[in-house]
């Protein structure tokens, strides 16, 4: 009946991933105009400090979301979105099914002004690595700093955070 039932809502949590701790949070509506998951991210953006890894799934792994992050010196481990088609014939190879990529600035979203468009960097480097069957991205570009095993031991750990917050 009209009235009755549970509320919903969406929430975006940041957590560290060394103490389990919750270290901000956005809440909003579950539907309408800017109530997604990105929206709320970026209003918590003011809380990553330079030196900083955000990890984050599919959805995060986006131009202007990286581009926002790399502005305030803080790097990002993601899942490759589904949306974008990764070629590793292209850029800087690091190794097997591993290189650095240039992404190009795309159009402007209805979501960003003019004026914010505009600060975007024309392009972002990124490095992109295929480990098992999912590509990683990330802004930490030095594979002998981080092998691509180590990349994907990083990405594990924030998937069991998401499971587990014990662990």
Not at 116 to 141: F, N, S, W
């Amino acid at each position: 009946a009209p009235g009755v039932g549970f509320p919903l809502a969406r929430l975006v949590a940041v957590i560290c991933l060394a103490t389990g701790a919750a270290l901000d949070a956005a809440i909003g509506p579950h539907a309408g105009k800017g109530s997604g998951e990105l929206s709320l991210v970026r209003s918590l953006l003011g809380g990553f400090r330079a030196g900083d890894v955000m990890l984050a799934d599919a959805l995060y792994c986006n131009y202007f979301l990286i581009a926002a992050l790399l502005d305030r010196d803080v790097d990002v481990v993601f899942e490759q979105n589904g949306s974008r088609i990764t070629d590793f014939r292209r850029g800087w190879s690091l190794g097997v099914r591993d290189h650095i990529a240039f992404w190009p600035k795309p159009a402007r979203p209805e979501w960003m002004t003019p004026e914010q468009y505009a600060r975007m960097p024309p392009d972002i480097m990124v490095r992109e690595a295929k480990v098992g069957h999912q590509v990683l991205v990330t802004t930490m570009l030095n594979a002998r700093e981080l092998s691509k095993a180590n990349l994907s031991a990083l990405y594990a750990r924030r998937w069991n955070v998401e499971l587990d917050l014990r662990n």
